[in-house]
């Protein structure tokens, strides 16, 4: 492990937390702050399901919980908030968070359209607070590795880029009628534009083309549930990516990324959960990692540790991972905005620039 954990173990120099949101990743990251966080202190729990919020806080030993995210703004012991409600909230939560003067770590996506994504990110700029959104890939270590790689050109210019998701499944999707409509781009896929545009920095997207199906549920897909996505991207300096998901892998959570350039390519991504090997009469196996707090435990608590010594004041840590920030946000959700918009025609679609205002919002 290489948590991004020195920070002061003094609890009066200590960063404090809220977490808004005790559902399945609030959850975990409550589960980082108060574990794996020296220096890092979960002030309060704020959910308006009050007996998830007091359950995670009994759990993990912390105080306030409180059924209201107001609670934790007006707060002045709180420097700072993890926002992990379901994502038509994000982009209100922010935009209080900021304007009450608190830092803020949003879940992806940090917002659901253009529009309010940019009326939040002025709140951020006007109240000068940190804005980090919870693109964890950049915090995994072989990601990383791959992305040190890129960067120093050894594989030269980026050519093909390649970024999958597979969600662990079971062949059937039990929350498929209650899945809000494009969640696969919105929130799935949203990662892989991300790790795309990080691992082609200073390029831009300019054109997506998404092709998507409900090949796991077919029931769902006239409520608009997709399950099984395919998007081509292509980038200012003229590299071409590829992202693809599905929502049911029974073999377990299956995330890759690649990057093929003029002199290699260079691969991240882990297939299996640990380095064991296991060889019997019926040939050799291994162990598939299983869910999304297994596979990036790591890199969901360091991207709270770099979350957490930025507000600090410890640019040594801020600086070790490329923290997705305010523009990342914008980029990756503009693409999948683009891409539903492609499903729809059946066309590519143009992301609205990543500085811009109107196209895709
Ligand atoms: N980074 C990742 O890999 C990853 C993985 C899973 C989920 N997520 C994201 O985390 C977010 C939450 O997803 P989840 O799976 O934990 O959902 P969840 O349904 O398990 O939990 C959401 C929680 O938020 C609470 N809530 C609802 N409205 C609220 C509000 N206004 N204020 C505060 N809390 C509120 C709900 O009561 C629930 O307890 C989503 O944006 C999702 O995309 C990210």
């Not at 704020?46 to 934790?72: C, F, H, M, Q, S």
Request: proline share 6%; hydrophobic share 45%.
């Amino acid at each position: 492990m290489a948590y991004l954990q020195e920070q002061p173990a003094d609890n009066a120099k200590a960063v404090r937390l809220g977490l808004i949101g005790a559902g399945w990743m609030g959850a975990c990251h409550a589960e980082s702050i108060a574990w794996r966080l020296p220096g890092v202190v979960l002030e309060a729990i704020a959910d308006p399901a009050v007996d998830a919020a007091r359950g995670l806080a009994v759990r993990l030993g912390t105080g306030k919980v409180r059924g209201a995210a107001e609670d934790l703004f007006a707060d002045p012991d709180i420097d700072g908030v993890v926002i992990a409600s379901p994502a038509r909230f994000h982009a209100a939560l922010i935009s209080q968070a900021a304007t009450a003067g608190k830092h803020v770590f949003c879940e992806k996506p940090a917002g659901l359209s253009l529009a309010e994504l940019d009326a939040a990110l002025a709140d951020v700029a006007a109240a000068g607070v940190h804005f980090q959104v919870g693109f964890n890939r950049r915090y995994a270590e072989d990601f990383r590795a791959a992305k040190r790689d890129i960067a120093s050109g050894v594989i030269g210019r980026p050519h093909l880029l390649r970024s999958l998701t597979r969600d662990p499944g079971t062949g059937s999707i039990p929350g498929a009628a209650h899945t809000p409509p494009w969640t696969i781009f919105l929130e799935t896929l949203i990662h892989d534009f991300d790790t795309l545009n990080w691992f082609n920095e200073g390029a831009e997207p300019v054109e997506v083309h998404a092709v998507a199906d409900a090949l796991v549920e077919p029931g769902f897909k006239d409520r608009g549930f997709l399950d099984t996505s395919v998007v081509t991207i292509r980038y200012s300096n003229g590299a071409i990516g590829v992202a693809e998901a599905s929502f049911s892998a029974l073999y377990g959570y299956d995330v890759r990324g690649e990057v093929f350039g003029s002199r290699g390519m260079v691969q991240a991504g882990r297939s299996t959960e640990t380095a064991a090997r296991r060889y019997t009469a019926a040939g050799l196996s291994a162990a598939t990692p299983r869910l999304n707090i297994e596979l990036f435990k790591q890199a969901y608590t360091d991207e709270l540790a770099d979350f957490a010594a930025t507000i600090a004041g410890s640019p040594a840590l801020a600086g070790a991972a490329s923290p997705p920030g305010p523009a990342d946000a914008r980029r990756a959700l503009a693409m999948a905005l683009a891409c539903i918009e492609s499903v729809g025609t059946g066309l590519p679609a143009t992301p609205a620039n990543a500085a811009g205002t109107t196209a895709g919002a």
